[in-house]
Nanobody
Framework: QGRLVESGGGLVQPGGSLRLSCAASAFALNYYTIGWFRQAPGKEREGVSCISNSDGSTNYGDSVKGRFTISRDIAKNTVYLQMDSLKPEDTAVYYC????????????????????WGQGTQVTVSS
């Protein structure tokens, strides 16, 4: 059974950028809808962004629209989350997850539709 591995987290100043990667071993990510989620201490899990395997559409949480961009690199079997104009409230552990259903669009709220989850990568935005 393959697994998902997130990377690219770290400490960045407000206004800075980071690019997170979600890579898979033993299976091709382009067959899956991929979601990025985050969870900060004491807060509920929040959907950040997703990209559909069916129609290629993307979806973003209201708090990150216009600042974050999700993309796929099929050759590298990796999904990226480019995060720009970072704010302290973006501080959280970021997780990627897969959904193997072939349906248009993707969800940021129905977490149960995502089957496999990575271990997460910490993002800290602080001066």
């Amino acid at each position: 059974q393959g697994r998902l591995v997130e990377s690219g987290g770290g400490l960045v100043q407000p206004g800075g950028s980071l690019r997170l990667s979600c890579a898979a071993s033993a299976f091709a990510l382009n067959y899956y809808t991929i979601g990025w989620f985050r969870q900060a201490p004491g807060k509920e899990r929040e959907g950040v962004s997703c990209i559909s395997n069916s129609d290629g559409s993307t979806n973003y949480g209201d708090s990150v629209k216009g600042r974050f961009t999700i993309s796929r690199d099929i050759a590298k079997n990796t999904v990226y989350l480019q995060m720009d104009s970072l704010k302290p409230e973006d501080t959280a552990v970021y997780y990627c997850a897969t959904d193997d259903r072939q349906t248009p669009g993707c969800t940021l709220t129905r977490y149960y539709e995502y089957d496999s989850w990575g271990q997460g990568t910490q993002v800290t935005v602080s001066s």
